[in-house]
Structures are given as structure tokens and as C-alpha cells.
């Protein structure tokens, strides 16, 4: 089992092998397998590979991070500009939803907000953010928010049906997009038409019920 001061060499190593890291830049303390970062960095990009990079190192049991980014003199850009930068580039993401996404910048800190259905989407975001040059930091603040699951929908319609009257399940169907139910169908009065309805919105996750069903 490696002790303290191999891992803190090791760790050096391994940053000074990372042709993206300037490593003369960073400092590294080790007490008890736990491993501090200090020092400063040009960009969160370059932050977030030391990270990277000692937490890949042999007997690292945690990483305490307190790199600083100090921006070059280059990046002038406003928090107008950034936005417009940050907004193009998630936009040219397809694993990022950006109709669910909200971002703003403020002295060159950046924070997402809203929601999505899949962790590698809320990822996926704050990584492509971290190839854009004068940032300060990110702050994640999507939420996880999975879609709704059709069949669970149907259930509960079916379930609401079911205890005024016999149906037949095929005559109403359901279709799940994200968060947004939309029902469809054929139901024999208007009672079963707003049970229907009210059943959807019980399910956990729905925010927003479009109701198509035909009474017939």
C-alpha cells in the first residue's frame, strides 16, 4: 500500500504527463490518501483534467480541489459574449436538450438551470462548457427530472376507468413526450373523459396533460 509522500510523487508524475496540464502551476499536499490540489490555472478546462488526472492515481482515496482560475489577460470577453458562446455551443449539442435549459453568466460564471430526463444530458452540458475558453467556473443546477413512463400513464387512466365502468383499454391510449402527457381515444361520456385526465395529471413527473380524448 502506497504511503503518503509515493502518492503525492505519483501524483505529480501523472499531471506532469498530461500534455494539457501545466503542471509547474499546481501544488499537491497528501495526508491519509486524501489529496489537496492548490495553486492556479489558466482555464476551468485545464481545472477539471488535474482533477481528472490525480483521481486516476493509484491509492488517491479523496481530492480536496482548491485550484484557482486566474483568466489570461486575453479574455476580455463580456458576460453578454460568453452567454451567446455558451448558448451556440450547447445548441451544436444533440445530447443536450436546449429547450429544457436555461443559462446565464455573470463576471464570467456560468450557471445551467433547468431539467432534463437522463444524468448523461445534465453531463453533458456542463462538460461542453468546460472547452469554452474564459470561464471562471460552472454551476450545475439542472435538475434530473426522467420522463414519464407511457405505460405507467395508461395505468392509472385504466385504473380511474375501471371503477364507474367496464371499458375496453385499447380505446384509450397515451403518449408520453418528456414530462408532457397527451391522451387520445374514445370514452363513453364526458365523466370518463375527466377521470381520464385526472388520472394522468397523478402521475409523478407529468407537467402538462393535453387532452384529445373523443367522447363518443
Known sequence: MRNDHQIQKAVLEHLDCDPSINSSQIGVSV????????????????????????????????????????????????????????????????????DRIRLSVEKGVVTLRGDVDWQYQRQAAEEDLHKLD???????????????????????????????????ADKVKVKAEGSRVILFGTVNSWRE???????????PGVTEVVDDIAVA
Open 31 to 98: 495526508r491519509e490518501g486524501v489529496v489537496t490540489l492548490s495553486g492556479h490555472v489558466p482555464s476551468i478546462g485545464e481545472k477539471r483534467a488535474a482533477e481528472m488526472a490525480a483521481g486516476q492515481v493509484k491509492g488517491v482515496r479523496a481530492i480536496i480541489e482548491q485550484i484557482a482560475i486566474e483568466l489570461p489577460g486575453i479574455c476580455q470577453t463580456s458576460d453578454e459574449q460568453l452567454a451567446g458562446l455558451a448558448y451556440a455551443r450547447l445548441a451544436s449539442n444533440l445530447s443536450v436538450p436546449m
Open 134 to 168: 474564459c470561464v471562471r467556473e460552472i454551476r450545475n443546477e439542472i435538475d434530473l427530472k426522467p420522463a414519464v413512463q407511457p405505460n405507467r400513464v395508461r395505468d392509472k387512466v385504466h385504473e380511474a376507468l375501471a371503477r364507474i365502468a367496464p371499458i375496453d
Open 193 to 203: 373523459k375527466g377521470l381520464a385526465e385526472s388520472a394522468a395529471w397523478s402521475v
